[in-house]
């Protein structure tokens, strides 16, 4: 399996993640060896195996929907990196 | 002992001290912040130190021990954290630029539980960013040096936390693991770390990297400190749905010198292609010891699914951690790039100057192993291979108590060695990683030493069989003295 520059931007851009043209190349060559080694998984028969979610036997699990103190928004606000008018701000996404 | 020597106790030589009223909360968190200062320059194992907020701590400790009848084990004892772990108003940053002056509003659960032992927090350890890493070089601020060898690294990726607790910058120390990340390191440092079954650790403020897949676990200078330490930490948390409503035992109980009866398998296909010899022949004469001890080995244990385990992580852990950071979009907290002309390559240039190279060939595996036309060949594939990789521990597991291998097939590397070579850092991890995919507890013992460089023994058992592992342990470090030796740092 072999990945081109192409589909390499396509994945990054999936992930809306911003990468160099090194970086394409680079991920071009290292993602195809890291998937061939992926290969080794077809020799195993899967064929009656269900999949594997978590590990541990836990189903359906609730909790009393108990009404607790959450924070100010001021608190949420700050770590944020753009604000105004005790809003996130963002760009325009419709023009 | 002198007070400037303190930072080289253990929690439970730290805690007779204090309750006996022989030395102070403050004298002993002086030690270690003395002893950070002074090797700090050479082994870079913390990104934060909050000297104000831990002297300030341990004062208002030493007076509650004054009049306090009882204190817990963990009171007044200083300790250092993954800065994966969310501390409330210390800055935690998962040594990724993207979240470099993050500072969380609330403390991780363990955190909680800690504090609520009175413990004394002195800041945040070192780590490959999100954790993503075997050698701790993929920090985007510096690397950690292995204190046994400043020229290696210290694993990863805790290797902040395995370094300091190696090195006594701190008593003790929390990690994470993924996939080997608070073993690993420990092994590499010749320290003690636990990897807990997945569910006894509550996850709540443990910033997510593969969530099936990550528990946090301490890292400690003896096997007594890692009981101790789990004692405060394990638990069920209404904040972490996928941790068990289970009883907590005390872990401290098993602590006895006696293993006879026991039965320890050593699978074979552990003792992998291009371990070191000097590796094998510590494990081999570390399992002889556990024989002398009374317990009965079999060498002929075999799980031959063990060696779809590199592939069946390196599909899972990079798949959920593709959907995990999807959440790094520069809007809500973190580092935020706007120079662009919309609100799509915002985010993309966010993510491309604040991941560094690792994190986004993580990213970009899990994405392409999720996306569609390959999800069934890859993501369903791995999870079909990981219940048949669990079926064979929990059959293992029914006929003997605990599986013994090494931690590391290797010895430290040299810093930049592996860093070219992506597949080559991977393998690192190929004895600790299985453990993670079955969802089993671990735990990771000094073990001897090639040429002064640590070796680890790594000793795993059934889902909630913790008590055993660590009896197992502590009947090993009773009869060797691989734990008492320091790094010829200073």
């Known amino acids: 399996m072999k990945l081109s520059y192409e589909q390499v931007r396509h994945i990054a851009w999936l992930a809306r993640l911003g990468l160099s043209e090194e970086e394409v190349g680079k991920f071009s060559l290292q993602l195809s060896n890291i998937l061939e080694n992926f290969e080794i998984l077809k020799q195993v028969d899967t064929a009656n195996v269900p999949p594997a979610t978590h590990t541990i036997p836990l189903q359906n699990v609730f909790r009393k929907d108990d009404v607790a103190e959450s924070y100010s928004q001021a608190e949420i606000l700050s770590n944020a990196p753009k604000q105004e008018g005790n809003c996130f701000k963002v760009q325009a996404i419709l023009e | ?490």
């Open chain 2, 1 to 490: 002992m002198p007070a400037n020597e303190l930072h080289q106790l253990t929690i439970h030589e730290a805690h007779k001290l204090l309750k006996q009223r022989k030395i102070s909360s403050t004298e002993l968190t002086k030690s270690v912040l003395k002893r950070v200062a002074e090797i700090e320059g050479k082994v870079h194992a913390c990104v934060t130190i909050v000297e104000d907020i831990a002297l300030k701590e341990a004062k208002k400790v030493d007076n509650y021990i004054k009049t306090a009848h009882e204190i817990t084990p963990l009171t007044g004892i200083p300790t250092l954290i993954k800065d994966v772990i969310c501390t409330k108003g210390i800055r935690t940053t998962c040594s990724s630029k993207i979240l470099e002056n993050f500072v969380p509003l609330y403390d991780a659960t363990v955190i909680e539980k800690l504090k609520a032992q009175k413990a004394v927090i002195v800041g945040k350890t070192n780590m490959d960013e999100f954790a993503m890493g075997s050698s701790t070089e993929h920090s985007a601020f510096f690397p950690t040096h292995n204190p046994w060898d400043l020229s290696r690294v210290p694993g990863g990726s805790s290797g902040g936390s395995a370094a300091a607790v190696a090195a006594d910058e701190t008593i003790y120390a929390l990690g994470s693991d993924t996939g080997g990340s608070v073993r690993q390191p420990a092994a590499l440092c010749s320290v003690v770390g636990l990897k807990p079954t997945y569910g006894r650790v509550s996850r709540f403020g443990l910033v997510a990297f593969a969530s099936s897949l990550d528990q946090i676990g301490p890292i400690t200078k003896d096997v007594t400190d890692c009981a101790l330490v789990m004692n405060a930490i394990a638990g069920y948390d209404s904040s972490d749905s996928t941790s068990v409503p289970y009883p907590v035992p005390d872990y401290t109980r098993q602590l006895i010198p006696d293993i006879k009866g026991l039965r320890i398998g050593i699978p074979r296909e552990y003792f992998v292609e291009g371990m070191q010899n000097q590796v094998r022949a510590a494990l081999e004469a570390a399992i002889d010891k556990l024989r002398e001890l009374g317990a009965e080995i079999d060498w002929e244990v075999s799980l031959p699914h063990t060696k779809y385990a590199l592939a069946v992580y390196y599909v899972l852990a990079p798949s959920e951690a593709s959907a995990n950071l999807a959440r790094y979009d520069g809007v809500k907290y973190g580092f935020s790039e706007r120079d662009a002309s919309n609100v799509i390559e915002t985010t993309e240039r966010t993510r491309q100057f604040g991941f560094g190279l690792e994190v986004k060939r993580r990213i970009m595996l899990g994405t392409y192993a999720l996306s569609a036309g390959y999800y069934n060949a890859y993501y369903l594939k791995a999870q079909k291979v990981r219940t048949l990789i669990k079926q064979e521990f929990d059959q293992a597991f029914e006929k003997y108590d605990a599986l013994v291998t090494p931690t590391s097939p290797i010895v430290p590397f040299k810093l930049g060695e592996k860093l070219e070579d992506p597949m080559q850092m991977y393998l690192s991890d190929i004895c600790t990683l299985p453990i993670n995919i079955a969802g089993i507890p671990a735990i990771s013992i000094p073990a001897g030493f090639a040429d002064n460089l640590p070796i680890g023994m790594q000793i795993m058992g059934k889902p909630f069989s913790e008590e055993i592992l660590l009896r197992i342990a502590f009947a090993y470090e009773q009869a060797t003295n691989w734990h008492k030796r320091k790094p010829p740092l200073l």
